[in-house]
């Protein structure tokens, strides 16, 4: 997987995005694109870093969850 341009995000499904925060680090958290006109739902693990302004700039796809064995009782 790589990084791709947020233009290209898909819309309705979570997606890691990077983001380049007020203070100068970068910030990568799960969001949905809800529409075309760029408005995000997202997870804000670092709330403090992020401002009003800033946007995603780039996105992946969420990786598949991990396979676990369940034993059944």
Same mark, same amino acid.
């Given at each position: 997987?790589?990084?791709?341009?947020? #233009? %290209?995000? +898909?819309? *309705?499904? +979570?997606?890691?995005?990077? /983001?380049?925060? @007020?203070? *100068?680090?970068? %910030?990568?958290?799960? *969001? /949905? @694109?809800?529409? #075309?006109? $760029?408005?995000?739902?997202?997870?804000? +693990?670092?709330?403090? #870093? /992020? $401002?009003?302004?800033?946007?995603?700039?780039?996105?992946?796809?969420?990786?598949?969850? +991990?396979?676990?064995?369940? #034993?059944?009782?």
């Amino acid at each position: 997987m790589k990084w791709q341009p947020i #233009e %290209t995000a +898909p819309i *309705g499904s +979570p997606i890691l995005l990077s /983001i380049l925060c @007020r203070t *100068g680090h970068w %910030t990568v958290m799960v *969001g /949905i @694109r809800h529409t #075309e006109d $760029g408005l995000w739902y997202l997870d804000y +693990p670092v709330f403090d #870093e /992020i $401002g009003t302004n800033d946007e995603p700039t780039h996105w992946m796809p969420l990786p598949a969850p +991990p396979m676990v064995k369940k #034993e059944l009782k």
